[in-house]
């Protein structure tokens, strides 16, 4: 058999989005992923279905695998022949032991690549307003470890150098020797009055900063009980933060929150919940498919074959017109035989997906759903007159219901099926259970039905008991009604049933909270 290969990855200070291209690449291809804690979980949405995962990460009161067990477990599986990516948090080469891990390696004749990661020494203190070097504060910079005992650090560090040899010091693993090193720092010539700063999870929604000399910082970080990982920085340029932070003042720091949305679709509200300095907690509940069986896939072809007898096609939501368009191909129909029909839409994504295609759509309701098109269109819509309703099977009846009342022809069209999600990660099952979710975003009926039987299979006996207590922000009224009859309340609902109103809304209610806290 021939020998695996081992990526030594790392992958940056814990946003996912700062891991290196290459770094990516190796997450991707890989047959066996190995990380450790202070790597970010929701890296591993980018291995390939069916990629092993391995966690050997440590805490600080126990330890899951030792350092000797992990390098032997990186041989054992290239041994067999695996491609295997190491993932460590921040840059493995700085206090990652990846010589440790490469030694072996190459002692076991397995090719390897070291790929290097952002190093939380430097990417935390950014995160926090803190340029590790200043022309006017610091031109120079060490990293050093705090972790070891008191003994070991004196054997480790020449505290006299260190102290007067360079301009800012930063200090990994460190939280809870901080007394112990600002002692020697000021009885090896720093001021007393030294600026320091602590960044605990930096870059991540749990980033805290806390701030203040080398006389006080052990007492402040004693009474902020302020615990581990953490990254200090001890010199002048900590002033800086007074200026240049700006990750913590993002509208949605510190703010986790679920997106229930398919994963097709929940990028979109994921990048917004980013840009605004949240995290998105991604945990699909809902899928789309095309129609399984055989007769609605034949009904379909009839319907769509029947192109020139339309004088409206209406459109309900994105997906309709994505699998509408699908359908097309499929039966190699052309849009230009739907000539005679005009277009309608339910809201702007509708209609931008629309426009995206060459389409056109009638003007737009001012209230964005089924009601609100019907009452925008009343006085276009004439008796008769045949309406095209490529839509969900779950789609409610509202919509060809009223056309049908008001003396039209309404053909509907399944163009997709709405399935139970089952796959999420497990990570944020893990934080739904431990309510460390700060608001669940529901964008449709489904999304609420589905999340709470997707906790019911994943041995949740009372979902809504356990969702009770954390903030709710619902995409319109509709949506509102569904969450209200599962027994939750809605904390958030926008004025127009979009997303970018809903996350206004829910920029809004953080703000609020914020101030008020």
């Given amino acids: 058999m021939d020998k695996g290969k081992v990526y030594l990855v790392g992958a940056g200070p814990g946003d996912p989005k ?49 350092q000797e067990e992990i390098n032997q477990l990186l041989v054992d599986l290239a041994l067999q022949g695996k491609t295997v990516t190491r993932l460590k948090g921040g840059d493995p080469t700085i206090f990652g032991r990846v010589g440790e891990e490469a030694e072996l390696l190459y002692d076991n004749g397995i090719e390897f690549e070291i790929v290097p990661g952002i190093t939380s020494a430097i990417a935390v203190p950014a995160y926090a307003g803190i340029p590790v070097t200043h022309r006017d504060m610091a031109s120079s910079l060490s990293i050093i470890t705090g972790h070891e005992s008191p003994d070991k650090l004196d054997r480790s560090i020449h505290w006299d150098k260190v102290t007067n040899a360079t301009g800012t010091l930063i200090f990994l693993m460190g939280v809870a ?71 913590e003042k993002k509208p949605l720091f510190g703010m986790r929150v679920l997106v229930t949305r398919a994963r097709a679709q929940a990028s979109e509200l994921a990048d917004q919940i980013e840009a605004l300095g949240g995290e998105p907690c991604e945990f699909p509940v809902i899928e789309t498919q095309e129609p399984s069986e055989p007769a609605a896939v034949e009904a379909l072809r009839e319907r769509l074959q029947d192109a020139e007898q339309y004088q409206w096609i209406m459109f309900t939501s994105v997906n309709g017109v994505d699998y509408f368009y699908r359908w097309l191909r499929e039966f190699h129909i052309d849009i230009r035989r739907f000539h005679g029909a005009r277009i309608a839409a339910v809201g702007p994504k509708t ?167």
């Fill in 18 to 66: 700062l891991i290196t291209v290459r770094g990516l690449q190796c997450l991707e291809q890989c047959d066996v992923v190995v990380y450790d804690r202070l790597a970010s979980p929701r890296l591993l949405r980018h291995v390939k279905p069916g990629t092993e995962q391995i966690y050997v990460g440590k805490l600080p009161d126990r330890h899951t695998m030792k």
């Fill in 177 to 247: 020797k901080i007394g112990y090193i600002a002692e020697q720092l000021i009885r090896h010539g720093k001021a007393p009055q030294t600026p320091v700063a602590l960044i605990r999870w930096g870059t991540r929604v749990e980033q805290r900063t806390i701030v203040g000399t080398l006389e006080t910082i052990e007492a402040i970080v004693r009474e902020a009980d302020f615990q581990p990982p953490a990254v200090i920085v001890v010199g002048e340029v900590v002033l800086q933060r007074e200026k240049l932070q700006w990750y």
């Fill in 351 to 517: 209609a931008e997906a629309l426009k995206q295609r060459g389409l056109t759509v009638e003007e737009l309701p001012v209230k964005f759903h089924a009601e609100g098109l019907l009452e925008k269109l009343e006085a276009e819509l004439k008796p008769g007159e045949r309406v095209l309703l490529p839509r969900g099977d779950l789609a409610r009846e509202v919509l060809p219901r009223e056309l049908k009342a008001k003396g039209l022809v309404p053909i509907e069209i399944d163009v997709y099926e709405t399935v139970l999600a089952d796959s999420q990660d497990e990570l944020a099952l893990e934080w739904i259970r431990e309510k460390n979710i700060h608001m669940i975003t529901f964008t449709s009926s489904s999304t609420v039905t589905n999340l709470l039987e997707v906790l019911k299979r994943r041995g949740i006996a009372n979902p809504v008991d356990l969702l009770t207590g954390i903030p709710v922000a619902s995409i319109g009224p509709i949506t509102t009604q569904t969450v209200v009859d599962a027994g939750l309340k809605v904390t958030i609902e926008p004025e127009d049933s979009t997303l970018d109103s809903l996350m206004q809304s829910i920029v809004n209610y953080h703000r609020a909270n914020t101030s008020a806290n």
